[in-house]
């Protein structure tokens, strides 16, 4: 009697992936991309976990490895040199990628805001809540002046590392929602009332390998490009 297998789909390659926290999200993250190497689902340069705390979770847990780094700094001091001085991937390469931490502020907002202060001092450049409604269900706007949007489709608890799966796990049924597609619905209806608005710019963090999610440090780049963009060429924002 024959035999038939599902082929597996190509390891997931990436240059070098920065997990945000050395704590127990991080330790989780990290340990799964060595399992993920180990077992061929993936490749990469090397994983970064940063962390102010030099004796960190993650740190005593795993150990440095040929592969893996730890920096004891601040995120946002981190993120200020890796970030400024990075450079989208050629076309053909290995990207990098950071792993967010369910718990951690909007980093990519604060270093794009930064950059543009930084790039146009003598402007006021304010954070100002984002003005009609994306569709969800759960929807709640921070106070001044920070005015952050807090929106998901769930009205319920997701699991903690939920990988987004074609079935919600916890409805048991057929995802029917994309927040990206969310966001860019908002933002047509707001620019076809005359709000002078662009992009939108999103950091959409996606299911990589091993339950870990990331998203491409390219994406933040254009995110700032796009900032720079708009800002140089005189248009209303």
């Given at each position: 009697?024959?035999?038939?297998?599902?082929?597996?789909?190509?390891?997931?390659?990436?240059?070098?992936v920065i997990v945000v926290g050395g704590g127990c999200y991080g330790?989780?993250?990290?340990?799964?991309?060595?399992?993920?190497?180990?077992?061929?689902r993936a490749e990469y340069r090397r994983v970064v976990i940063v962390d102010r705390d030099t004796r960190c979770q993650a740190r005593v847990a795993l150990g440095q490895a040929a592969d893996r780094e730890f920096v004891a700094r601040e995120w946002t001091d981190y993120f200020c040199d890796f970030l400024g001085g990075g450079a989208p991937a050629p076309a053909g390469e290995p990207r990098d990628y950071i792993v967010p931490s369910p718990l951690m502020p909007h980093l990519m907002f604060e270093w794009v805001l930064?950059?543009?202060r930084a790039?146009?001092?003598?402007?006021?450049?304010?954070?100002a809540p984002v003005p009609g409604a994306p569709g969800t269900p759960y929807d709640r706007t921070a106070p001044a002046p920070h005015h952050t949007r807090f929106v998901s489709f769930a009205d319920w608890i997701c699991p903690t590392h939920c990988i987004e799966p074609a079935v919600c796990p916890a409805i048991g049924r057929t995802r029917t929602w994309e927040m990206g597609d969310a966001v860019r619905g908002l933002a047509d209806r707001l620019r076809a009332t005359g709000e002078p608005l662009h992009g939108p710019a999103l950091f959409v963090c996606r299911h990589h390998v091993f339950g870990v999610g990331t998203f491409a440090v390219d994406a933040v780049l254009a995110g700032d490009a796009l900032v720079q963009r708009v800002g140089e060429s005189g248009a209303a924002a």
């Amino acid at each position: 009697m024959g035999t038939s297998s599902i082929p597996l789909a190509d390891p997931v390659v990436m240059r070098d992936v920065i997990v945000v926290g050395g704590g127990c999200y991080g330790t989780f993250y990290a340990a799964q991309l060595a399992k993920a190497k180990g077992r061929g689902r993936a490749e990469y340069r090397r994983v970064v976990i940063v962390d102010r705390d030099t004796r960190c979770q993650a740190r005593v847990a795993l150990g440095q490895a040929a592969d893996r780094e730890f920096v004891a700094r601040e995120w946002t001091d981190y993120f200020c040199d890796f970030l400024g001085g990075g450079a989208p991937a050629p076309a053909g390469e290995p990207r990098d990628y950071i792993v967010p931490s369910p718990l951690m502020p909007h980093l990519m907002f604060e270093w794009v805001l930064a950059r543009a202060r930084a790039r146009w001092p003598g402007r006021a450049i304010e954070v100002a809540p984002v003005p009609g409604a994306p569709g969800t269900p759960y929807d709640r706007t921070a106070p001044a002046p920070h005015h952050t949007r807090f929106v998901s489709f769930a009205d319920w608890i997701c699991p903690t590392h939920c990988i987004e799966p074609a079935v919600c796990p916890a409805i048991g049924r057929t995802r029917t929602w994309e927040m990206g597609d969310a966001v860019r619905g908002l933002a047509d209806r707001l620019r076809a009332t005359g709000e002078p608005l662009h992009g939108p710019a999103l950091f959409v963090c996606r299911h990589h390998v091993f339950g870990v999610g990331t998203f491409a440090v390219d994406a933040v780049l254009a995110g700032d490009a796009l900032v720079q963009r708009v800002g140089e060429s005189g248009a209303a924002a």
